[in-house]
């Protein structure tokens, strides 16, 4: 898979968008979540609506070689309601926390959502046949008198308009005491992790009444509290293994081998600070807000606020690559503490060979990294650039100084435009990237 941008490589071109272009944007539209599936056929996003889009991907005519990037609604359901704990006197927000898929085994697909209490097994299935000549009603589904039956009928199946149906198979509840940050579906397919601020729990999918508690860092006392989970994931191809980072930048990795309870760890991952670097927000920025495995298994990234770090599961001490996400942005840590987007939790994701990462950052930006070039690009997800086959300008910040024509002025970026949630298709450069309320859909423009 080629690289990130320019040169020799590709550059990347507009494909879609998705959403309404309001400029009063509904809470309830916001993306919250952003998922392809195994074979990058279908693309799910969750709302903090409690709804779940899912888009298929248009098969290529030949007359059309160039919509590998075009992805329609496949199907639309609400997920999750909103609900009250009346033991507690709190609502519970029907938001969708995560979306993931599971392995595709028949015709219908399944995915797992969760909101912050409740997770679902959903089954999405195709029908286009219906059952027609019942004996005991009529078409029209009224049961017929039995006088009226006369004779014995086989019913037939007649084909009928292609429906998509969403249902919901299991439903796992009432086995997190805080907010559900985490899910993630184990190598086995068979059973999944959901984490939240202080415990994990591991679940059987045709299981909903019990899971194992694994990690627990509650402490006793709760004003010994130091610490909580932030993100959690199962490696991709040993069952036995997972990892969870926390808000103070460190990740333990895991094997259920050891222990039924993992509370010791079997790795332990942490970056030794430089002492000159620290100020007030070095505890709050060096948060990490997502973990995810590379699909190889042999390496893991981390976001925290300011970068993005690659780790080999060999080497405890330090990351092997460092890249800095929006380093302009550390001389405004103060003013974005006082607005709170210092707490923002952006997400990372790996492309279909590990050669090439992706995270949000500001102003609708989003940036990549190539690992084998080192180069770096940043991109804008904006309505400017959303005529077909447009090329994405690189976008530049300028930190102080004489501005150039192109670049935009570190105090002109918009923070309350942020992209928290991307997805990169497992096999192909296409790219899903949650802004606000809209998924932009971006694909590779070979040159």
């Known amino acids: 898979m080629a690289g990130v941008a320019g040169g020799n490589d590709f550059q990347w071109c507009f494909s879609q968008v998705k959403g309404a272009i309001d400029e009063d944007v509904a809470e309830a539209d916001i993306i919250s979540t952003v998922e392809f599936n195994y074979s990058g056929d279908l693309l799910a996003t969750g709302d903090?609506?409690?709804?779940?889009?899912?888009?298929?991907?248009?098969q290529e005519s030949k007359n059309r070689p160039h919509l590998r990037?075009?992805?329609?609604?496949?199907?639309?359901?609400?997920?999750?309601?909103?609900?009250?704990?009346?033991?507690k006197s709190l609502e519970i927000e029907e938001k969708i926390n995560k979306i993931r898929w599971l392995p595709q085994q028949n015709a219908a697909h399944f995915l797992l959502s969760t909101n912050d209490k409740t997770i679902k097994l959903w089954k999405i299935s195709e029908r286009d046949k219906r059952a027609e000549g019942y004996n005991l009603k009529d078409e029209d589904g009224r049961l017929r008198e039995p006088f009226r039956i006369t004779s014995l009928r086989v019913p037939v199946l007649m084909p009928m308009d292609l429906m998509v149906e969403a249902s919901p198979?299991?439903?796992?509840?009432?086995?997190?005491?805080?907010?559900?940050?985490?899910?993630?579906?184990?190598?086995?397919?068979?059973?999944?992790?959901?984490?939240?601020?202080?415990?994990?729990?591991?679940?059987?999918?045709e299981i909903t009444d019990r899971s194992f508690n694994i990690v627990d860092i509650k402490p006793a006392n709760m004003e010994e509290l130091t610490e909580v989970i932030t993100a959690a994931e199962c490696h991709p191809h040993q069952c036995n293994v997972f990892v969870y980072s926390s808000s103070k930048g460190t990740i333990r990795l895991c094997d259920m081998r050891a222990a039924a309870l993992c509370d010791r760890h079997s790795k332990f991952f942490e970056e030794p600070e430089d002492p000159s670097s620290r100020?007030?927000?070095?505890?709050?920025?060096?948060?990490?807000?997502?973990?995810?495995?590379?699909?190889?298994?042999?390496?893991?990234?981390?976001?925290?606020?300011?970068?993005?770090?690659?780790?080999?599961?060999?080497?405890?001490?330090?990351?092997?690559?460092?890249?800095?996400?929006?380093?302009?942005?550390?001389?405004?840590?103060?003013?974005l503490y006082e607005n709170d987007c210092i707490f923002d939790k952006f997400e990372c994701c790996w492309n279909g060979s590990d050669s090439a990462i992706m995270t949000g950052s500001y102003n609708n930006f989003f940036r990549m990294f190539d690992r084998n070039t080192r180069r770096?690009?940043?991109?804008?997800?904006?309505?400017?650039?959303?005529?077909?086959?447009?090329?994405?300008?690189?976008?530049?910040?300028?930190?102080?100084?004489?501005?150039?024509?192109?670049?935009?002025?570190?105090?002109?970026?918009?923070?309350?435009?942020?992209?928290?949630?991307?997805?990169?298709?497992?096999?192909?450069?296409?790219?899903?990237?949650?802004?606000?309320?809209?998924?932009?859909?971006?694909?590779d423009k070979i040159n």
């Open 48 to 58: 903090k609506g409690g709804r779940v889009v899912i888009f298929q991907h248009e």
């Open 69 to 87: 990037g075009e992805y329609n609604v496949y199907s639309t359901f609400q997920s999750h309601e909103p609900e009250f704990d009346y033991l």
């Open 169 to 205: 198979r299991r439903i796992f509840a009432n086995a997190h005491t805080y907010h559900i940050n985490s899910i993630s579906v184990n190598s086995d397919h068979e059973t999944y992790l959901s984490a939240d601020d202080l415990r994990i729990n591991l679940w059987h999918l």
């Open 279 to 335: 100020s007030f927000f070095s505890e709050i920025i060096s948060s990490i807000s997502d973990v995810k495995f590379s699909h190889s298994g042999r390496y893991m990234m981390t976001r925290d606020y300011l970068s993005v770090k690659v780790w080999d599961l060999n080497m405890e001490n330090r990351p092997v690559e460092t890249y800095q996400v929006h380093e302009y942005l550390r001389s405004k840590l103060c003013s």
């Open 376 to 443: 770096d690009i940043t991109l804008e997800a904006s309505r400017e650039s959303s005529k077909p086959r447009a090329t994405l300008k690189p976008r530049k910040v300028s930190t102080g100084g004489k501005r150039k024509k192109d670049e935009i002025s570190v105090d002109s970026l918009d923070f309350n435009k942020k992209i928290l949630h991307t997805a990169w298709h497992p096999k192909d450069n296409v790219i899903a990237v949650a802004a606000t309320n809209n998924l932009y859909i971006f694909q």
